[in-house]
């Protein structure tokens, strides 16, 4: 019998510890919300994922389908912008650019508390990541829809489209950064 998959949701924290609110109780949060979100998916999608957020991975055990989440302090910070050299929106609490090539997922911490909401924003970040949808996803409403707030929930429509799109099974065009350690983007 074929193990079910892990989708890998990778956690990158930049901002620890510039910002004291950002600590393990507030990470944790994120953790659960983000796992609770994908079980809901997993669930209508029998096995065929183990979700698997978390803070700490092996770059070097990053899978094609899995994704990879930077926590900014603000958009200042923007790897999309260092990087990639794109300018990112400032009014977002969250940015993803995907180009073909590579795929990079970011949240900005700054204002975006309580720890629901960044796990709500890191949530939309990840559908734009996966489904590779730009503004068009905001249309499917709760967690799709911007702005995305503490209390925006994952509604039929957009975990309908996620199961619809096998979207933890899929692959993307390479996580940002797949091949390097997390700690050589700064
Ligand atoms: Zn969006």
């Known amino acids: ?22 600590n393990p109780h507030t990470k944790n949060e994120i953790t659960y919300t983000i796992f609770d979100h994908l079980m809901e998916i997993a669930k209508v999608t ?26 900014l302090l603000d958009s200042g910070q923007s790897l999309v912008r260092k990087k990639l050299g794109v300018e990112p929106p400032t ?15 970011e949240v900005y911490v700054d204002g975006s508390m309580p720890a629901t909401r960044l796990a ?3 949530f939309h970040e990840l559908m734009h990541n996966k489904l590779k949808l730009g503004d068009g996803m905001h249309v499917l ?9 503490e209390n925006s ?25 797949s091949d390097s350690r997390p700690g050589s983007l700064v």
């Open 46 to 71: 029998p096995g065929r994922f183990i979700p698997g957020p978390g803070w700490s991975y092996r770059p070097a055990h990053v899978q094609p389908h899995d994704v990879v989440i930077y926590f």
């Open 120 to 122: 709500n924003v890191a």
């Open 153 to 177: 929930r994952l509604n039929p429509e957009s975990i309908g489209c996620q199961r619809r799109s096998s979207i933890p099974c899929r692959n993307t065009p390479k996580p940002w950064p």
């Open 141 to 149: 409403g709760g967690v799709a829809a911007k702005p995305t707030q």
């Open 91 to 105: 009014t977002d609490g969250g940015c993803t650019y995907f180009n073909g090539a590579v795929t990079l997922s």
């Open 1 to 22: 019998m074929a193990s079910a998959r892990v989708f890998q949701v990778a956690l990158v924290d930049r901002v620890s510890p510039v910002a004291d609110y950002f």
